[in-house]
């Protein structure tokens, strides 16, 4: 079993900055791919970042530019530091685990990101 703790989150203004951790304890192996998810209030659950285990990067359009997703595979640990922040990235966000070659998915608690205008 694997278990994902987020922390960082909380009140911003807009334009300013935030760094997101996620610390996975368990059964991890180097070839979990992890990623962030966000749900804003009212809506579905939806991806904002991914990244492989040899770093390689996935963005959704919204936040391209102005997030970046990071690891630390000696810490399992992913971040995701988010620059520019808009009203619009106002949301619960998730950090991910997925198994390479199984169905196994892992979600962390979630941590409220609220930027004001």
């Known amino acids: 079993q694997v278990q994902l703790v987020e922390s960082g989150g909380g009140l911003v203004q807009s334009g300013g900055s935030l760094r997101l951790s996620c610390a996975a304890s368990?059964?991890?192996?180097?070839?979990?791919?992890m990623g962030w998810y966000r749900q804003p209030p009212g809506k579905q659950r939806e991806l904002v970042a991914i990244i492989s285990s040899g770093a390689s990067t996935t963005y959704a359009d919204s936040v391209k530019g102005r997030f970046t997703i990071s690891r630390d595979n000696a810490k399992n640990t992913v971040y995701l530091q988010m620059n520019s922040l808009k009203p619009e990235d106002t949301a619960v966000y998730y950090c991910?685990?997925?198994?390479?070659?199984?169905?196994?998915?892992?979600w962390g608690q979630g941590t409220q990101v609220t930027v004001s205008s």
């Open positions: 368990g059964s991890i192996f180097s070839s979990d791919r």
């Open positions: 991910n685990l997925a198994r390479v070659h199984a169905v196994n998915v892992y």
